[in-house]
C-alpha cells in the first residue's frame, strides 16, 4: 500500500511543541528538535548526536532507528518499516470509519497497547497534542518499573 508521509503524520505548523515532551523525561535524554509527530500520537526526534529517535507512547518506549536523518528518510521507502511506525492500515480503518483528527490532534488509545489495549478503532479516540503527550508520559513514569503482567488500576480525576 503507498502513502504519502503527510497522511501518516501532523502538520506541524502552528503547534506550540515547547514543553510537549515534558513528561517523558524520564525516559528520553538526548533530545534535540522534534523531526515528525505519527497521527497515532508517536514522536520521531533528533538526538544530540544525531539520530534519530522513534517515542512509541503506545508501549512508553524508546527507539533509535537511525543514524541520521537521511537514513531516516531512506527508511521510509521500506514498507515494512512505515507499517510498524505509522500503521497505516489502521489510519485507514479510523477514517474509513469516519473518526477523523482535527486540529492539533492525534489518535490516543483509550487503553493503551503497554497496558493490554488493542490496536483497535475502537479503542483510540482523537485527543490534543499536548493532553496525549503529557497523559501517556505520566502513566508511562508510573508504570516503567514494574514487571509485565502486572495489574494496574488508573484513575484519572480532574
Known amino acids: 500500500m503507498d502513502y504519502y508521509l503527510d497522511e501518516l503524520v501532523i502538520n506541524l505548523n502552528g503547534i506550540n511543541t515547547a514543553g510537549l515532551m515534558d513528561t517523558w523525561l524520564w525516559l528520553i535524554k538526548d533530545f534535540k528538535e522534534i ?25 512508553c518506549d524508546l527507539s533509535k532507528v537511525a543514524d541520521n536523518k537521511q537514513e531516516f ?30 486540529d492539533h490532534q492525534v489518535y490516543s488509545y483509550k487503553k493503551m497497547p503497554v497496558l493490554g489495549g488493542e490496536y483497535t478503532v475502537n479503542n483510540l479516540k482523537p485527543a490534543d497534542i499536548k493532553g496525549h503527550f503529557e497523559l501517556t508520559g ?18 484519572i480525576v480532574d
Open 138 to 155: 505520566i502513566i508511562g513514569e508510573q508504570i516503567k518499573d514494574l514487571p509485565n503482567g502486572t495489574n494496574v488500576k488508573i484513575k
Open 73 to 102: 528518510y531512506s527508511f521510509l521507502n521500506d514498507d515494512e518499516k512505515v507499517d510498524n511506525w505509522f500503521m497505516p492500515q489502521l489510519l485507514k480503518e479510523l477514517e474509513d470509519a469516519c473518526i477523523y483528527l482535527g
Open 35 to 59: 523531526l515528525m509527530i505519527s497521527k497515532l500520537g508517536d514522536l520521531f526526534f533528533i538526538g544530540y548526536n544525531d539520530c534519530i529517535y522513534w517515542l512509541a507512547t503506545d508501549m
